[in-house]
C-alpha cells in the first residue's frame, strides 16, 4: 500500500510563513488526487488545498491567497506553503492521496499528521 510521510510543521507566529511536505512511496501513474486536510480537537477533519494529476487546484475559501499547494513529480512530494499565517490555522496537518483505477475503484490514503501551531 502506499505510505505517506508529512513534515514541516512547527511553531511560528501570526504573520508568518511554513512549508509543509508529504513525501510518498510510490508514484501515482494514473488518476489521483493529493491533498491537505486539517483537524483541530472536536472538529472534524476538513480539506485544505488538492491538486489532481492533471495539474487542476482546488482551495477552501479560508485559505485562498495564503496558502499554495504544488507537486514534485521526480521526488513524489507534494508541498503545501502558507504564508500570511492566523491563529485559526493552528490544527493537525494531513496528507491525503485518492487513487481512482477503473470506476468505481477509488484507494485512500493517509499520512499520520504534521502539528502547525500559530501563536505568539
Known amino acids: 500500500q502506499v505510505q505517506l510521510v508529512e513534515s514541516g510543521g512547527g511553531l511560528v507566529r501570526p504573520g508568518g510563513s511554513l512549508k509543509l511536505s508529504c513525501v510518498a512511496s510510490?508514484?501515482?501513474?494514473?488518476?489521483?488526487?493529493m491533498a491537505w486536510f486539517r483537524q483541530v480537537p472536536g472538529d472534524q477533519r476538513e480539506p485544505v488545498a488538492a491538486i489532481s494529476s492533471n495539474g487542476n487546484l482546488d482551495y477552501d475559501d479560508s485559505v485562498k491567497g495564503r496558502f499554495t499547494i504544488s507537486r514534485d513529480i521526480a521526488k513524489n512530494t507534494m508541498y503545501l506553503e502558507m504564508s500570511s499565517l492566523k491563529p485559526e490555522d493552528t490544527a493537525i496537518y494531513y496528507c491525503?492521496?485518492?487513487?481512482?483505477?477503473?470506476?468505481?475503484?477509488?484507494?485512500?490514503?493517509w499520512g499520520q499528521g504534521t502539528q502547525v501551531t500559530v501563536s505568539s
Open positions: 491525503n492521496v485518492k487513487i481512482f483505477g477503473v470506476s468505481p475503484t477509488m484507494l485512500e490514503y
Open positions: 510510490e508514484r501515482f501513474g494514473g488518476r489521483y488526487v
